[in-house]
């Protein structure tokens, strides 16, 4: 079944005006009369005119469309992130067009394709775990596509980015686990090529420097598609477990990372806190709930969504080339629940 929507042909044929009396009509031009702009307006209502929005994008030269690039919708943090988003978008009169990496470099490449195939006026990204090399977006930036990063940003495009305070999340919850009793602390985390793992392992290592306490490097396990797949996490928890002495605690680094360590510590019935603690980064609004109630880090995602937005319009609007960024950084919270407090 074809829905055809009327269009401005269509109320000229019908009230025997012409196409441009139609147009005028439509805009509230002062050129037509208020008689005939009745006429026209009541008619658009009663036959549920809509404009058309590729012939207005043509005619502005804007699609009011913004791209958006992210892992997984289905993570906690970009949902929150979207949310975000869509608040400032379509307060703005911008619709949205949401695509998914699945942590897959060529993926991305594609969604980036296929969205500035769309004409969207604007990008917001956050790299894939996979994402080593920006040519796809250099090349997109160098012809003007205005571009912001969110979360996992890139330094090789001058440009606005809006990050979470990744550092002190990293430097607050491994000092916390340190004055909770835990001397021997793990950490499990995204690829080292990402903005966020550099971030937070070295808020990791700095709470470490500062309280004197030191570690081996195999302490740190990696997972190359950032938890994408369970069996990066289960491989690094069971290296982690095999060490002498093995860890007392852990530090995770993403949603999908934190909540599946806390399943598989579970899964193989070793206690929590008692024989390992467990803090990390997650959105999750079940934090509370998760046996045990798991301490977090959380991250703004619907402040950071909104602040990456009101950034892009301000480039997608400007009449002026702009020259000056800024790197917003939101801060994070830690809420300490049983996960990562030691009974005495």
Do not use: W
């Not at 996490?233 to 934190?258: G, H, M, Y």
């Amino acid at each position: 079944m074809n829905f055809n929507a009327i269009t401005i042909r269509d109320i000229a044929k019908e009230l025997n005006l012409s196409v441009s009396t139609v147009s005028k009509a439509l805009r509230d031009s002062h050129e037509i009369s208020e008689k005939t702009k009745k006429l026209v307006m009541e008619y658009a209502r009663e036959k549920n005119y809509r404009p058309n929005p590729i012939a207005q994008s043509l005619k502005q030269g804007l699609s009011k469309s913004i791209g958006i690039v992210v892992s997984t919708i289905e993570n906690q943090f970009f949902s929150q992130v979207i949310n975000g988003i869509e608040s400032v978008a379509y307060k703005e009169g911008y619709n949205v067009i949401i695509t998914q990496t699945h942590e897959s470099y060529d993926l991305e490449v594609k969604n980036v394709g296929h969205l500035t195939h769309r004409s969207i006026d604007g990008l917001l990204i956050s790299l894939s775990t996979e994402t080593k090399d920006i040519e796809h977006l250099q090349r997109l930036h160098r012809q003007g596509l205005p571009i912001v990063f969110f979360d996992r940003v890139s330094n090789e495009i001058d440009t606005h980015k809006v990050i979470a305070d990744n550092y002190r999340g990293g430097y607050n919850a491994t000092k916390h686990l340190i004055e909770s009793g835990f001397d021997r602390i793990a950490h499990i985390t995204s690829p080292p090529n990402i903005s966020i793992t550099k971030e937070r392992l070295a808020g990791y290592h700095q709470a470490l420097a500062d309280a004197g306490v030191t570690l081996p490097d195999n302490y740190i396990k990696y997972c190359p598609h950032g938890g994408r797949d369970i069996s990066e996490i289960e491989n690094a928890l069971n290296e982690l477990l095999a060490l002498d002495p093995k860890p007392n605690a852990i530090f995770t680094t993403s949603d999908r990372i934190t909540t599946t360590t806390l399943f598989l510590i579970n899964k193989m019935g070793i206690k929590i806190p008692e024989e390992i603690a467990l803090a990390g980064y997650t959105n999750t609004t079940l934090a509370d709930v998760l046996n045990p109630p798991l301490t977090s880090v959380y991250q703004p995602g619907f402040e950071i969504g909104q602040k990456a937005t009101e950034m892009l319009i301000s480039l997608i609007t400007s009449k002026r080339p702009v020259t000056e960024f800024q790197t917003a950084v939101l801060p994070t919270q830690l809420f300490v629940r049983k996960s990562s407090i030691k009974k005495s």
